[in-house]
C-alpha cells in the first residue's frame, strides 16, 4: 500500500467556521506522544487520504512541515446536510504497543448458491475488532463468498484465513455471511401485509399528532384571548 499522508498545520482553537470557510477542516491530534494539539489540514488533503485509509490504515502526519510519525484517523464529524466532514480526530501511536481497531469487511465474488438456487444472502458482520501491532494493521478482510455453493452454506470467524499476528476480539463461533433459502410465496404475503401495517401505524400516529397539535394551538389561541380580555376589564376598571 502507498504512503498516506496528511499534511497539517497548527491553529488557533478559535474562529473554527472561518477556517471552514477558508477551504480548511480543524482537527486535533492525541495519543501516548506528547500532548494535544489543535491542527488544521486543507478539505481537498483530508478527504483523498480518508477515502483511501478509512479509520484502519496507518496515516503519516506532518505538521508544520516537520514529520511527526504514524497516526490513525480515530473520529470525523460530518455535517448532516452537505455530507462534508467538519472535524477530525488524530490517535499518535506507538509501534511497539498493540492496538484494537475495527477492520471493515469485503465482500469479494458470487456465491453459486444465490446465483444458481435463489438463495439469499444474510450478512451478520461489516466489520470485525482486531488487535495487532500497528505495523500489521491491515486496512480491510476480504472474504471470498463464491464458496458458498448450497443453500445454509455459511462463513465463521473461525473459517477466516488471516495472519498469526493478528487477533480477531469477536468470538470464532460467530457466523459472518450465510445463505438461505428463498421466501416462499406466503412469507412474501405475510411480509407485505406486515408492512402495509407498519405503514398505516405510522400515518395513523402522525394524523394523531397533527391532531393534537391543531387542539393545543387552539386552547393556546383561547387561552390568549381569555387573557387579553382579562387586561381590557383591568384597564376599565
Known amino acids: 500500500m502507498k504512503t498516506l499522508e496528511i499534511v497539517a498545520e497548527s491553529r488557533d482553537a478559535?474562529?473554527?467556521?472561518?477556517?471552514?470557510?477558508?477551504?480548511?477542516?480543524?482537527?486535533?491530534?492525541?495519543?501516548?506522544?506528547?500532548?494535544?494539539?489543535?491542527l488544521k489540514t486543507a478539505k481537498e488533503n483530508f478527504d483523498k487520504t480518508f477515502k483511501e485509509a478509512g479509520e484502519s490504515a496507518l496515516v503519516n502526519l506532518k505538521i508544520d512541515g516537520k514529520?511527526?510519525?504514524?497516526?490513525?484517523?480515530?473520529?470525523?464529524?460530518v455535517n448532516p446536510i452537505s455530507g462534508n466532514i467538519t472535524h477530525f480526530d488524530l490517535y499518535r501511536v506507538r509501534m511497539d504497543k498493540e492496538i484494537i481497531a475495527n477492520i471493515p469487511i469485503k465482500f469479494e465474488g458470487?456465491?453459486?448458491?444465490?446465483?444458481?438456487?435463489?438463495g439469499v444472502l444474510v450478512k451478520n458482520h461489516d466489520a470485525l475488532e482486531i488487535k495487532c501491532l500497528p505495523g500489521d494493521l491491515i486496512h480491510d478482510l476480504e472474504i471470498d463468498i463464491s464458496v458458498l455453493e448450497n443453500i445454509d452454506d455459511l462463513i465463521r470467524i473461525k473459517d477466516l484465513k488471516i495472519s498469526d499476528k493478528i487477533e480477531i476480539l469477536t468470538d470464532e463461533e460467530e457466523v459472518i455471511i450465510s445463505v438461505i433459502p428463498p421466501r416462499t410465496e406466503k412469507e412474501m404475503e405475510d411480509l407485505e401485509e406486515k408492512v402495509e401495517e407498519d405503514i398505516e401505524g405510522?400515518?395513523?400516529?402522525?394524523?394523531?399528532?397533527?391532531?393534537?397539535?391543531d387542539e393545543g394551538e387552539e386552547k393556546k389561541d383561547e387561552k390568549g384571548k381569555a387573557g387579553d380580555k382579562e387586561k381590557e376589564d383591568k384597564k376599565q376598571k
Open 14 to 38: 478559535k474562529r473554527i467556521n472561518e477556517l471552514r470557510r477558508n477551504g480548511y477542516i480543524p482537527g486535533v491530534v492525541y495519543g501516548p506522544k506528547g500532548k494535544s494539539k489543535a
Open 110 to 118: 458470487e456465491s453459486p448458491a444465490v446465483k444458481n438456487s435463489d
Open 67 to 77: 514529520e511527526i510519525g504514524k497516526v490513525l484517523i480515530n473520529d470525523h464529524q
Open 202 to 213: 405510522v400515518e395513523g400516529a402522525k394524523e394523531k399528532k397533527e391532531e393534537d397539535g
